[in-house]
């Protein structure tokens, strides 16, 4: 079995038409072979020779027990890609994402989330990336694209924002350790096989794959150039969700790998407490308590103007900026209750509907 350079894989459920957004962002991103080949002229890179010549990619769609199934999608695109569609029974996309691995041919695994859209110049700059640092794995930021709706630019805004605790999540470089997430994320397949791959974690497993990697003593970076378009969830009920067990998780976390959970990681919490206190005291006139949450609201309106530059958008930013930190805070604690109150080993909130 020949081996390739990329093994992109692809967890799916429900999700044809998103699909088939993402496949043609593949196929559009032709300068891939070129900076591959650009690349292996400079023999300090590490890319000479056979490497060059052997250079290849592939792409894995693992469809976990949709109902819509996206194998008509995958067959539009197998005379311009190498596409290998794979059915599973629904376990979750940890569960699909170790399906793909494990027929993938390439030295990297590259895993994206079927509402990404995969931008030009991406693949460029992560042979910049992994020539220049030498990771074992790596990851990159995500963004909204123009056309993207009001509701998904300001949910992109809630999730990326130095004003809520978005900006823990990487798009810059930190001062403290960086954990790729699956949206965006690549490691060597040596390395992933080595320590298991993902776990049966319903939710945070991507950070889990990280944090035993690290442990491993596996080297991550952060490829700032290395950006995708992520469309994330189309409304705010369906976003609490995504943050409520994005909240739950961090604590799971960190009974799994203890000191991962930072002070920052707190805030949505101390947060949720500040909102309750605000509503209990109205009943006594004490309005003063909802000054520092007004206060919070034009700042988010006005930075979420200047950074979308959209009005609808702008809008929404302050309630999607609300439901991440509500959400996020409130599944932190319930998972705190769960696990150190009631001394369960796992907390899980909105499971049945992760992909919803």
């Keep these: 079995m020949d081996t390739l350079l990329f093994s992109i894989i692809i967890p799916v459920y429900n999700r044809p038409d998103e699909l088939k957004e993402l496949l043609d962002s593949l196929v559009q991103n032709r300068e891939l072979k070129s900076a591959v080949t650009d690349v292996a002229l400079d023999a300090d ?9 052997a250079f290849g990619m592939e792409v894995i769609v693992v469809e976990d027990g949709s109902r819509i199934r ?28 170790n399906n793909g691995a494990r027929v993938a041919r390439g030295e990297w695994l590259l895993f994206f989330d ?5 931008p030009p110049g991406y693949f460029e700059a992560v042979m910049g990336g992994i020539t220049s640092e030498k990771p ?10 123009d056309d993207f709706t009001p ?19 990487g798009g810059r470089r930190r001062l403290d350790r960086y954990y ?6 690549g490691v060597r397949k040596e390395a ?33 150039d290395a950006w995708v378009y992520h469309k994330r969830r189309t409304d705010l009920k ?12 961090r604590v799971v976390l960190n009974r799994l790998h203890p000191g991962t959970m930072k002070g920052l990681h707190l805030l949505p919490s101390f947060f949720v407490v500040y909102l309750l206190l605000a509503v209990a005291m109205l009943p006594a006139g004490h309005l003063f308590l909802l000054w520092p949450l007004l206060l919070f609201i034009l700042a988010l309106f006005a930075h979420g103007w200047s950074h979308t530059r959209s009005f609808s958008a702008a809008l929404l930013v302050p309630p999607a900026s609300l439901v991440q930190l509500s959400g996020y805070g409130s599944g932190l604690w319930h998972a705190l209750f769960l696990i150190y109150l009631l001394g369960r080993k796992e907390a899980r909130a909105f499971e049945k509907t992760f992909y919803k």
């Design 114 to 118: 079927s509402d990404c859209l995969i």
């Design 192 to 224: 992933y096989d080595a320590v298991g791959g993902f776990s049966a974690l319903r939710f945070g497993e991507d950070l889990d794959l990280s944090m035993r990697l690290m442990k491993a003593g596996y080297r991550s970076v952060l490829i700032p």
């Design 45 to 53: 890179n590490g890319i000479i020779g056979d490497q060059a010549a």
């Design 151 to 169: 509701v998904q630019k300001a949910i992109d805004y809630a999730m990326t924002s130095f004003l809520t605790t978005g900006g823990i999540r």
């Design 180 to 185: 790729p997430r699956s949206f965006n994320k």
């Design 136 to 145: 074992d794995f790596f990851g990159g930021p995500d963004r909204a694209s």
């Design 70 to 97: 996206s194998k008509e999608v995958c067959d539009l695109y197998s005379s311009h890609l190498d596409l290998h569609y794979l059915y599973q029974e629904n376990t979750g996309p940890a569960g699909a994402r």
């Design 238 to 249: 369906k976003f609490f969700k995504q943050v409520y067990n994005s909240g739950m998780a």
